[in-house]
């Protein structure tokens, strides 16, 4: 089944430590993307990837770092996570280009205390 | 950032009837436009798309329409149906790396 993965779906995590929100594609596209949702401002970008070693910042990109060393993975790092980074994540993936329609991943729900 | 806004936060419809939801744009380079819909618990799924040498897309029950005079930008569904019922983005996107979403319309259908 064609799918995007994300793990874990929920994180409960406190200031400063790190984590890593892992992010999978089985359908061998070479766009990938991550958003933030949240209530009022709805999906953010954050960061992009148009194909491996090849990323780019999004509109919201400060306190992410993302990596894309394999076509198919795509993690979304957050090495000292703060509080006002509490949110819904998205992965998302297509064929070719952003242009392209893009498939979500099921969301990281990300709590920091 | 872009600017992509909805001009209704929440729409209500009886089944059966046909729903519109509207979305603005702000910025005249956007050459392409998607409609997600996404239901409680899930990730947007995609709907339909638009490019901006069109003014008009069919899909299964659901029209997409822009307006690139007045950068606007809507989703009609024809008999709408119970699991209709979602919140619905559209998003626009520019040179074909970012993406910029609106910030939602709830629809909810009334059987």
């Known amino acids: 089944e064609a799918q995007v993965t994300q793990n874990p779906r929920y994180l409960i995590t406190v200031t400063g430590k790190k984590l890593t929100v892992t992010c999978s594609q089985n359908?061998?596209?070479?766009?990938m993307s991550w958003y933030r949702q949240d209530p009022g401002l709805g999906l953010r970008q954050i960061y992009y990837?148009?194909?491996?070693?090849?990323?780019d910042k999004g509109d919201v990109p400060e306190g992410y770092k993302v990596s894309r060393k394999e076509k198919r993975n795509f993690p979304l790092i957050l090495e000292s996570p703060s509080p006002n980074q509490t949110s819904l994540y998205f992965c998302?993936?297509?064929?070719?280009?952003?242009?392209?329609?893009?498939?979500f991943g099921p969301g990281t729900r990300l709590t920091v205390t | 950032g872009e600017s992509v806004g909805l001009h209704l936060p929440t729409l209500s419809v009886q089944e059966g009837d046909n729903s519109i939801i509207n979305c603005a744009y702000s910025?005249?380079?956007?050459?392409?436009f998607i409609w997600y819909k996404q239901e409680s618990g899930k990730g947007p799924q995609f709907i339909i798309d638009?490019?901006?040498?069109?003014d008009k897309r069919q899909g299964q029950r659901v029209t997409v329409l822009l307006n690139k005079t007045v950068k606007h930008l809507s989703l009609q569904i024809a008999a709408t149906q119970p699991g209709d019922s979602a919140v619905y983005f559209c998003?626009?996107?520019?040179?074909?790396?970012?993406?910029?979403f609106g910030t939602g319309t709830s629809l909810t259908v009334i059987p």
């Open positions: 998302a993936s297509s064929l070719a280009r952003a242009g392209d329609e893009q498939y």
């Open positions: 359908m061998n596209h070479e766009y």
């Open positions: 990837s148009m194909n491996v070693e090849v990323t």
């Open positions: 910025n005249s380079a956007s050459d392409y």
């Open positions: 638009i490019r901006s040498n069109m």
């Open positions: 998003a626009e996107n520019i040179s074909g790396n970012q993406f910029y």
